[in-house]
């Protein structure tokens, strides 16, 4: 029943933005996130205390709730862009996208190397993974967590696929990686969110430790293949964005655990660049620091 409830949802959505002009589409994304920061305590209650650790708690009120606001908003953008998506024409996807950096992935590609993308809850992540996927004519396999909703799910994955983005899913991602590897297709990994100590790396992230997911750097040590950050932005949700960075070289000395932890540091650091670079862009509403430090989001403890 609940399924079905989404898929409903879904299919309202998709009308909504087939009947809508952009722009005033626009202007509804912005009421729908100024209500839901609005009204949730907990999630601005998560924004303002990732906003003071980040940022060492220069910003004034007014400027975290335009921060929380633009949270909201590309969450949404990047939720709707797949609606928006559904039955797009391959060639009409990259319309209003421009590339920065397509030489660093045109390299790998005439040396017949796979890559190793990796990324964050940045802007619109999901259209990320396909305009880079469609323009590069790449095979790009993505790391996440399956849908609660198997229909939703499969919609999603079906999506996905359209625009040359296949999905294995956290548990069981490593083999999921390695046989797409196996198969000279590159790998899209998320590396900004917070993991569980005992499966994770310690890195400093914005002057704090944080943990981070070690599979890219595993990968990339394991096969010797170097990691390509890229980040989207926008800055009026018609167009977007795309710069490809330059590489984080893979590293394979005798000393397994240092490497890790230099490869695994790089990524952290590439993520804070993409960041302070476009700060209201961030999934800010995650508990990036739970994990080194369970106090900082308990109410008060940073006020």
Not at 77 to 86: E, K, S, V, W, Y
Not at 236 to 259: G, N, S
């Amino acid at each position: 029943m609940v399924d079905y409830l989404y898929f409903a949802l879904y299919k309202l959505f998709g009308f909504i933005l087939k009947i809508l002009p952009r722009k005033m589409m626009i202007t509804l994304m912005r009421g729908i996130s100024w209500f839901a920061y609005t009204i949730s305590k907990k999630h601005q209650h998560i924004i303002h205390t990732n906003l003071d650790i980040a940022f060492d708690k220069s910003l004034t009120k007014a400027e975290k709730k335009s921060y929380g606001i633009s949270a909201f908003m590309n969450l949404l953008d990047t939720t709707l862009g797949i609606i928006g998506r559904d039955k797009l024409p391959k060639d009409r996807l990259l319309q209003n996208i421009t590339f920065e950096g397509e030489s660093i992935v045109k390299k790998y590609q005439d040396e017949g190397k796979s890559i190793i993308f990796i990324t964050g809850h940045q802007g619109n992540w999901e259209l990320l993974s396909q305009a880079i996927a469609v323009k590069f004519n790449l095979a790009v396999v993505g790391v996440g967590r399956e849908l609660d909703s198997k229909l939703m799910d499969k919609i999603l994955k079906k999506n996905r696929e359209r625009f040359n983005v296949e999905m294995v899913y956290k548990k069981g991602a490593m083999k999921g990686c390695i046989k797409a590897l196996g198969k000279n297709k590159s790998i899209g990994i998320l590396v900004d969110q917070s993991i569980k100590v005992d499966q994770s790396i310690e890195v400093n992230f914005f002057n704090h430790p944080a943990t981070h997911t070690p599979l890219a750097s595993i990968l990339s040590r394991k096969f010797k293949i170097d990691l390509v950050p890229a980040f989207i932005s926008t800055d009026d949700y018609i167009h977007y964005h795309i710069k490809i960075y330059e590489p984080i070289k893979t590293i394979k000395t005798e000393h397994q655990e240092e490497d890790l932890k230099q490869l695994t540091q790089a990524q952290a650091d590439a993520m804070q660049i993409a960041i302070e670079a476009h700060p209201k862009e961030w999934f800010w509403m995650h508990k990036r620091w739970k994990n080194t430090n369970e106090n900082n989001y308990i109410k008060g403890s940073n006020e």
